[in-house]
């Protein structure tokens, strides 16, 4: 039986590799797009394995990175099953009217339109293959104000309007499009000095791990999931549903 093909941006590092190490533990030959640094990438190797783990190095917000890495892809596996877009950074948290506009260009290119061109590209894989799903990671930050910047805001709300309008496009082909939007996930994205505040706010009083975000994402592209389609599934721990009380004293 030919193992399934997972591509997972960002998968060297974060929820990520965790994704990545998921999918390999499930039995898929899954390849990694990523920028990040010769250690962060040797270090993911060395906790996944190479066997059924690969790195191409790839910049989603460059349009011919994107291109290039799918085209390799299918060159080495002929097939893509799963894309799981879960790359992304955070601008830098200041007030819209101090904001650098090439932070948040940047912002919105990697997180929102990173995520597009990967799409477009595996897209065309899976309409002629048929099948697949597609993941993207949007946040709690895409349907309510939180502390972040305006630019994290806009690029997630982006993701979950795009992940809507996507599925509705390609469902007819027999391709799933679904967003998992985590709440705070214990990466090193998260400042410190929001780790504990964050914690009060889950009902678990403590912040998501990358291995059950990881679970989240692993789940939606099961055949029992089927019925889940163009859907923002809240992986918040509560967050969203309950604005943020947690186990806040009253």
């Given at each position: 039986m030919t193992k399934q093909v997972a591509v997972i941006t960002g998968g060297t590092s974060g929820i990520g590799l965790a994704t990545a190490q998921k999918f390999v533990q499930e039995g898929y030959e899954v390849v990694a797009a990523s920028v990040d640094a010769?250690?962060?990438?040797?270090?993911?190797?060395?906790?996944?394995?190479?066997?059924?783990?690969?790195?191409?190095?790839?910049?989603?917000?460059?349009?011919?990175?994107?291109?290039?890495?799918?085209?390799?892809?299918?060159?080495?596996?002929?097939?893509?099953?799963?894309?799981?877009?879960?790359?992304?950074?955070?601008?830098?948290?200041?007030?819209?009217?101090?904001?650098?506009l090439d932070n948040v260009e940047q912002t919105i290119q990697i997180n929102l339109l990173g995520s597009i061109y990967m799409a477009k590209a595996v897209a065309k894989v899976m309409k002629q293959q048929g099948n697949g799903t597609i993941i993207n990671v949007g946040s709690i930050d895409g349907v309510m104000a939180n502390h972040e910047s305006i630019a994290y805001h806009a690029s997630k709300g982006g993701i979950h309007m795009f992940t809507k309008a996507l599925a509705r496009e390609l469902s007819p082909f027999g391709i799933r499009v679904v967003c998992v939007a985590p709440g705070w996930v214990d990466t090193g994205m998260v400042p410190d000095k929001a780790r504990a505040y964050g914690s009060k706010l889950l009902m678990k009083g403590r912040l998501i791990t990358t291995d059950e975000l990881a679970g989240a994402i692993w789940l939606m592209t099961l055949p029992e999931a089927?019925?889940?389609?163009?859907?923002?599934?809240?992986?918040?721990?509560?967050?969203?549903?309950?604005?943020?009380?947690?186990?806040?004293?009253?």
């Open positions: 010769a250690d962060k990438v040797a270090a993911a190797k060395q906790q996944i394995g190479t066997e059924h783990f690969s790195v191409l190095t790839c910049n989603v917000a460059d349009r011919d990175a994107v291109q290039q890495t799918i085209a390799a892809v299918m060159e080495q596996y002929g097939r893509i099953d799963v894309l799981a877009n879960v790359a992304g950074i955070l601008a830098k948290e200041v007030d819209l009217t101090d904001a650098d089927a019925a889940i389609n163009g859907s923002v599934v809240m992986a918040d721990d509560g967050y969203a549903e309950f604005k943020g009380m947690g186990i806040l004293d009253l």
